[in-house]
């Protein structure tokens, strides 16, 4: 399948433990900000979404927290299971734009 | 993968080549992308389309063109495939009112 990175930031956790991946994003102007999830040969897929008027919204054992003072993005993961192995990416949409700006991604790696 | 397939999933193509990526939805979305996903650099933006002959240039657009002539169908074409132009290119599709794009399974190309 598709390599996604070779050289990425990377964790890894104990299965059953919590994680939490982090996002710095650029632009104090977004106003929408979004988690994918992208495993090996795959494209990315929808994890959860928050608006710039949120810091906080919480999914089925994900959570996204937003810290807008410093440009702050977090995706917590609850209880880990061998399907989270992915590599996580943050994207962020400046306001007025359509598109989604990607951030480089980090290698999330469950342990047994 | 919300009704989108892309086309071909892997090619090999020489130098000086024209090549022709074609990202075919079912969902009716109004709003269709093309990215290239490179290690070290995450996902960028080559050109998105905001309808029918309606096209716009994103962060890597040299060297690329695109083309919409039916809602459904979004072609991307290297005039003059480059080694720079090996990459894995995934198409994205969101609709009107909504943030979230939704992904293909990407296309690998080599330009040996």
């Known amino acids: 399948g598709e390599s996604v990175g070779l050289h990425l930031p990377t964790l890894s956790v104990q299965e059953g433990d919590n994680s939490i991946i982090n996002c710095a994003y650029s632009n104090s102007a977004s106003d929408y900000f979004i988690w994918y999830k992208q495993e090996s040969g795959k494209g990315p897929q929808f994890i959860i979404d928050i608006r710039s008027n949120m810091d906080k919204r919480q999914g089925q054992r994900v959570t996204v927290l937003l810290n807008k003072t410093v440009k702050h993005l977090s995706l917590q993961i609850a209880a880990t299971q061998p399907g989270d192995s992915a590599v996580y990416f943050c994207?962020?949409?400046?306001?007025?734009?359509?598109?989604?700006?990607f951030g480089q991604g980090t290698r999330l790696t469950i342990n047994p | 993968d919300a009704g989108i397939t892309q086309s071909p999933r892997h090619k090999v193509t020489e130098t000086g080549t024209p090549v022709t990526l074609r990202c075919h939805q079912t969902e009716n979305h109004r709003y269709m992308y093309w990215y290239r996903q490179d290690p070290g650099h995450g996902l960028r933006l080559i050109h998105y389309s905001y309808g029918v002959k309606d096209t716009d240039k994103g962060e890597v657009s040299d060297g690329y063109s695109v083309s919409r002539s039916k809602t459904e169908d979004f072609l991307l074409t290297l005039e003059s495939a480059t080694s720079s132009q090996t990459s894995v290119y995934f198409c994205?599709?969101?609709?009107?009112?909504?943030?979230?794009?939704?992904f293909g399974q990407g296309t690998r190309l080599t330009v040996v």
């Open positions: 994205a599709i969101s609709g009107t009112g909504t943030l979230e794009a939704f």
């Open positions: 994207a962020e949409r400046v306001q007025g734009a359509q598109n989604l700006v």
